[in-house]
């Protein structure tokens, strides 16, 4: 219950929403029932007033005096020296509550930080996959917008996106960058990725917990079973990992390998059209191919990136010409 707690702080809007709404309730409540006392009430709205504005110190000063002096004048009869008193009390608490959001905050962002260390060191290794986590998670992400996925998912998404690769860094190198087709032993070894990353971050006590471990593990994972590490079949699969492994096979083909040059765009949607229900989920598939036919704002950005990275590769014709054979159809 705590972690969950802790993982919403993340969002601290809603905390900005509850506040004013516990503050309304409570002056409801004083005006209708002028001799109830509504202590808690007015200390829990306080607690949402730290973590909500923790960020914002003259919203925060301005509206801990605000409570104070609404309490201090519908509720309280005790003469002027109580007023310093809540004052302080209750400058306490919001205090309290912004320094521990302000705390949670900290390390989420060390561990986003952490996260992108270790994907420029696999980016690193593998020049041809630069910018490949980056792009999975962003795909991924717009997916789980698209499918309507609550924030807190879709930030577990994007985290698991970043990393889905990190066991690469087990890989060696040579058959990493082998420009030949892989032998079946070395095909063997790149399969391993995904448990490779798993034994990397499975101590990382919150991947455990709020699914990006499973991301790790399963992004490989096919719907129709034929997938690997574990042959798990349909809503076996984690959902987050249904998602990226769209996102991931998406970005693959548009990518320039070390084996062959990037796909056409066309050529890429008709693949994730042709293997919904084998290798896709059908639900997920939709999804991503609903967003460029309603002509998406952030995939059609997305795309447009893609372009201009491309035009100064001078390898662009292929996917220029996609795309607005593509948008002059719809």
């Known amino acids: 219950m705590l972690d969950k707690f802790f993982e919403k702080i993340g969002n601290y809007i809603s905390f900005r929403y509850g506040f004013f709404i516990l503050l309304s309730l409570t002056l409801v409540l004083s005006i209708v029932f002028p001799r109830s006392d509504n202590f808690v009430l007015f ?29 201090y004048h519908l509720v309280s009869k005790a003469d002027d020296s109580a007023f310093l008193t809540y004052l302080v009390s209750y400058f306490l608490v919001s205090l309290t509550s912004a320094g521990m959001t302000l705390y949670v905050q900290k390390v989420k962002k060390d561990s986003l930080d952490l996260t992108k260390s270790l994907i420029n060191a696999l980016d690193s290794r593998d020049t041809y996959t630069s910018d490949h986590s980056a792009n999975v998670s962003k795909y991924a992400v717009q997916i789980a917008e698209k499918m309507n996925v609550s924030i807190d998912q879709c930030n577990i998404i994007r985290t698991g996106g970043l990393l889905h690769d ?34 990397i971050l499975k101590h990382v006590d919150g991947f455990k917990k709020n699914g990006v471990l499973d991301i790790v593990l399963y992004h490989h994972e096919r719907y129709d079973g034929k997938g690997y ?26 990518s320039n390998r070390v084996y062959r040059n990037e796909l056409d765009l066309n050529f890429a949607l008709n693949e994730i059209r042709r293997n919904k229900g084998t290798q896709f989920d059908p639900e997920v598939a939709d999804a991503f191919l609903s967003m460029f036919k309603e002509k998406d704002i952030k995939v059609e950005r997305t795309a447009i990136n893609l372009v201009e990275s491309y035009k100064k590769q001078k390898r662009y014709k292929n996917l220029y010409s996609a795309l607005l054979t593509k948008w002059e159809k719809n």
């Open 43 to 71: 200390m829990v709205a306080v607690c949402f007033l730290g973590i909500g504005f923790y960020n914002k110190p003259v919203f925060l000063v301005g509206f801990t005096v605000l409570v104070v002096y609404l309490r």
């Open 166 to 199: 990190i066991g690469k860094i087990g890989i060696p190198e040579h058959i990493l960058t082998k420009q030949d087709r892989l032998t079946s032993k070395e095909y063997n070894t790149i399969m391993m990725h995904p448990e490779i990353g798993y034994e």
């Open 229 to 254: 590490p574990k042959g798990l079949k349909g809503s076996e699969i984690p959902f987050a990992a249904r998602i990226v492994s769209v996102a991931d096979a998406f970005d693959a083909m548009m």
